[in-house]
């Protein structure tokens, strides 16, 4: 088992700036891959942005390109999401996944964390 920690959410100002942390209990094969999913109210839970623990390879959703980094500290098990330039739109529960490959599909991440609530107010 994998167990998933999500911190760093909050309120923040249109614009401003927040960074998430995702703590991995350990990295295994199921796992190869962490992600950022989140879910705003009376919405699908969407993917914003992962990272392949080994290659580093990312992929970022559209919405979020140019204003969220996703990075990995691979000696700490750990992932962050800073996110620079938010919109209310923003505005959602973040969740931390882990999964064995890199893809927006929600189905294929079997590991999730509890998720951090951010709001961005106008």
């Known amino acids: 088992q994998v167990q998933l920690v999500e911190s760093g959410g909050g309120l923040v100002q249109a614009g401003g700036s927040r960074r998430l942390t995702c703590a991995a209990s350990?990295?295994?094969?199921?796992?190869?891959?962490m992600a950022w999913f989140r879910q705003a109210p009376g919405k699908e839970r969407e993917f914003v942005a992962g990272?392949?623990?080994?290659?580093?390879?990312?992929d970022y959703a559209d919405s979020v390109k140019n204003r969220f980094t996703i990075s990995r500290v691979i000696a700490m098990n750990t992932v962050h999401l800073q996110m620079n330039g938010l919109k209310p739109e923003d505005t959602a529960i973040y969740y931390c996944?882990?999964?064995?490959?890199?893809?927006?599909?929600?189905?294929?991440?079997?590991?999730w964390g509890q998720g951090t609530q951010v709001t961005v107010s106008s």
């Open positions: 990272i392949n623990w080994s290659n580093g390879i990312i």
């Open positions: 350990r990295r295994t094969d199921s796992t190869r891959t």
């Open positions: 996944a882990g999964g064995p490959t890199l893809t927006s599909q929600v189905r294929w991440y079997a590991y």
